[in-house]
Each structure stands twice: as structure tokens, then as C-alpha cells.
């Protein structure tokens, strides 16, 4: 259970933002505080610790652009080990799948007609677990942006007034991209991966955060195509690197999912497992991976 308030917080409509986030069950968990983040009991054996990562740990923008460097280091370190693929490649491109999710945090609220949270990048802290695993995304700002006709576009926390929905979806296109980038700078130095790989995996978090979100809330095709075509014409310049959207119908209704422009490497590992999005894979053999996960899943 995730507190979203704390005594020495003043109500502001970024932290009822906040809290219709985290009620709404989307994977992205926001929080004020590092603290309201519960912590989980350490395993030991006599004195030795059995793991090389804390339970759960907070990385900095800056920690996020020095990946030889601290656990930041030893998270990409874990991502090869868990795996079996001894490769910086795939480990710079699982943390980069695993950090499009911190996404849910701007996406979430603008698919809802809530403040959008609006932050520096270095005005937030992400959270992860040993298993490797996104736990949830740390705001230390109270800034927010609005529809200029909402009520709460002259409130003091207010930083920017958009003109209308669209204006909206491109300002946080341009948001999550420019927090984005020295992170996979960083990681392209490092992992020798290609840029454009390393952006189609973020940017295949972010569309699937949308389409996820948009699922959730029961939004329409329509609505969904008009956000999903705004945030793609915003990142242009990352074209070749943004994964193919596209719907199926099954059940009768038609359901959005996405393939990347690049692949993960995740195959290559013990399991030989395949993501749904994975773009190796034939087309048919994908499409009918899609449609056995509509007639499970809904």
C-alpha cells in the first residue's frame, strides 16, 4: 500500500493527480516522497548478504547518466546475469524498457483529463527492485500543466497553459523525449548499441503505455489513434526508431498493440522467449501471439 500523503503536505491538485494515478491500477506507481515507497526485508545468511542489489533502491537522472557507476552499474550488471546473455547491449536495452514505464506519469494523467506533472529531469527519482524490476517514480516538484479553460490554470503550481488536447500531448511528447535522451546517450557510450535501437525501446514503452492506459480507461479507436499519431508526429526526428502500431479485431472489438523497430535481444537468452512485440518474429506468427492474448486477457 503506497501512501500518497504525508502530514507536511499541503493539498495541491498535482497530489489528487498523484492519487487518481496510483488508484487507477496502470504498472506506474508515482510517489512524493522516497519514503512512501514500503520497504521489503533483506535476506540474510549469518552475515552474508545474498544479493548484490538493496530490496529496493532510488537512481537519480544524474546516476542514470553514469552507467559504469554505483547500483546503477550493478542493475545492468543483474540484467545480464538473470538472463544469461552476457551482453551490455541487451542490458542497456532492457533498462531502457524498463525506465519507458516511469512514462505512466505524465501519460496516465493526460489520457484522464488530470494535471499533467511537470518536472526537470532532475526533479525525479526512479525506484527499482533486485529482481530488476521498475517499482515506481519519485516527484519532487509540485508543477503542473493545464488546459487554459480548466479552473485550475491560474493555480500558482500551473507552469504552462495548453491551448487544447493536442497542444497537451505534444508537450509531453517533447517532455518525456528531452528526459530521455542524455539517458540513452549514456547507454549508446557504454553499450556500443545503436541510438536507434535504444530509442525504440523507450519509445516502445511509451506507446505501450499508452495503449495500455487508453485500454483501461475504455477509450474509444478514435481517441487512441489521435494520441497515438499526435505523440508520433512530436517525435519525428526519432522516426526509424518508434515502433508500428496497429489494431486486430477479435471478440469482436478491435484491440490496439504495437511491434518495435528494434529488437531487445531477449530471445538470445536461456528461455528463448519471445515478447509480443517482439519485430523478429514473423508477422502471422506475431498477429496470432496478439489474438491468443485478447481471448486470455480480454
Not at 491500477?25 to 549469518?46: C, F, L, M, N, W
Not at 546516476?63 to 547491449?89: F, H, K, N, V, W
Request: proline share 5%.
Amino acid at each position: 500500500m503506497f501512501e500518497m500523503q504525508s502530514e507536511n503536505d499541503v493539498p495541491t491538485p498535482l497530489l489528487a493527480t498523484i492519487a487518481a494515478i496510483n488508484a487507477s491500477g496502470i504498472y506506474t506507481t508515482v510517489v512524493r516522497h522516497q519514503s512512501d515507497v514500503p520497504g521489503r526485508a533483506e535476506e540474510k545468511t549469518g552475515a552474508t548478504r545474498v544479493r548484490s542489489l538493496p530490496a529496493l533502491f532510488w537512481l537519480s537522472h544524474a546516476d542514470m547518466r553514469r552507467p559504469q557507476e554505483g547500483l546503477y552499474a550493478e542493475l545492468l550488471q543483474a540484467l545480464m546475469t538473470r538472463s544469461g546473455i552476457a551482453s551490455r547491449r541487451f542490458a542497456a536495452a532492457s533498462f531502457l524498457l524498463r525506465y519507458g514505464w516511469s512514462a505512466g506519469a505524465v501519460i496516465a494523467p493526460l489520457l484522464m483529463d488530470q494535471p499533467i506533472p511537470w518536472y526537470a529531469a532532475e526533479e525525479a527519482d526512479l525506484c527499482f527492485a533486485d529482481n530488476t524490476l521498475f517499482q515506481a517514480i519519485c516527484l519532487n516538484s509540485d508543477g503542473f500543466i493545464i488546459d487554459r479553460d480548466h479552473c485550475f490554470s491560474a493555480h500558482p503550481h500551473c507552469v504552462l497553459n495548453s491551448s487544447d488536447p493536442n497542444a497537451a500531448i505534444r508537450l509531453v511528447a517533447d517532455q518525456l523525449a528531452g528526459h530521455a535522451k542524455p539517458v540513452v546517450e549514456a547507454l549508446h557510450r557504454w553499450s556500443g548499441f545503436s541510438r536507434k535501437a535504444l530509442w525504440a525501446m523507450v519509445s516502445s514503452s511509451w506507446v505501450g503505455q499508452i495503449i495500455n492506459i487508453s485500454k483501461r480507461f475504455h477509450l474509444p479507436e478514435d481517441q487512441i489513434r489521435r494520441y497515438l499519431t499526435f505523440f508520433y508526429d512530436q517525435w519525428r526526428p526519432l522516426a526509424d526508431s518508434l515502433p508500428h502500431w496497429y489494431f486486430i479485431n477479435e471478440q469482436g472489438k478491435d484491440h490496439c498493440f504495437h511491434v518495435r523497430a528494434s529488437c531487445c535481444l531477449y530471445f538470445k537468452g536461456k528461455n528463448r522467449h519471445f515478447c509480443a512485440s517482439c519485430p523478429v518474429i514473423e508477422e502471422k506468427e506475431r498477429i496470432e501471439r496478439n489474438r491468443r492474448w485478447v481471448q486470455k486477457y480480454g
